[in-house]
């Protein structure tokens, strides 16, 4: 840069050697400014696809939360009908909003049984599924793992 105090001027090719580093601080500058905006958008958009990632997984889980249940361990005298060979199975509930996941071994082994031991024991098991018994016995199949074992 020339000095307003200076009488001197300057000569032909050290005017055009300022102007060259000038221009070179120039270009670094504006090359360092477009690396900090490419880093800011990709920033942006892995923030914007972390956020969206979020809420449609929060979404898919309320989904499958209010319409679909996973029902697992499912013992041999149960399985009748479909449910031949069915290890475990994913099926749309005839409610919203109920429990997502039925381990049906558990509700065979519950402790709070009935002294009603002359009923077999897949009724005893619907009874003790009570309003929840309709994924057991009318279900609507999404995803069924079949048994390795039959």
Known sequence: MIESGSLETLGRKEYKRQLNKKRQ??????????????ALRA????????????WLAIG???????????????????????????????????WWF???VFDIESYVESENLPE?????????LLMQLGRYQAVLTHPHFVWVALDQHS
């Open 98 to 100: 109920g429990p997502p």
């Open 116 to 124: 009603q031991t002359n009923l077999s024991p897949y009724p005893l």
């Open 43 to 54: 920033v942006r958009s892995l923030r914007f696809w972390t956020r969206a990632i979020t």
């Open 60 to 94: 898919l889980s309320v989904a499958f939360w209010s319409r679909f249940a996973f029902v697992y361990n499912i013992p041999s005298f149960a399985q009748i009908g479909s449910l031949q060979g069915v290890e475990s199975y994913v099926t749309v509930k005839p």
């Open 25 to 38: 601080r120039r270009r670094k500058q504006r090359r360092a400014r477009m690396r900090r905006i490419r």
